[in-house]
């Protein structure tokens, strides 16, 4: 999947889920994919320097 149709395919996703919620409850839907974004991105982020620690003898993950 090219960038284009990832997000074209995750604007729909967000037009149907918004049909049939609340705003409160999209409120609450979107905070919860928000903070999942960021949790993912510092998992990642950390991997990353671990993996970068690996190969020094200098940090310790």
Same mark, same amino acid.
């Given at each position: 999947?090219?960038?284009?149709?990832?997000? =074209? @395919? /995750?604007? %729909?996703?967000?037009?149907?889920? %918004?049909? #049939?919620? $609340?705003? #409160?409850?999209?409120? =609450?839907?979107?905070? =919860?994919?928000?903070?999942?974004? #960021? $949790?993912?991105?510092? /998992? %990642?982020?950390?991997? @990353? /320097?671990?993996?970068?620690?690996?190969?020094?003898? #200098?940090?310790?993950?």
């Amino acid at each position: 999947m090219n960038p284009c149709e990832l997000t =074209v @395919s /995750i604007t %729909a996703m967000a037009n149907a889920l %918004a049909s #049939d919620l $609340t705003n #409160d409850e999209l409120n =609450v839907l979107g905070a =919860v994919f928000s903070q999942l974004g #960021d $949790t993912l991105t510092t /998992i %990642a982020t950390q991997r @990353s /320097i671990c993996e970068s620690a690996s190969h020094s003898s #200098d940090t310790q993950c």
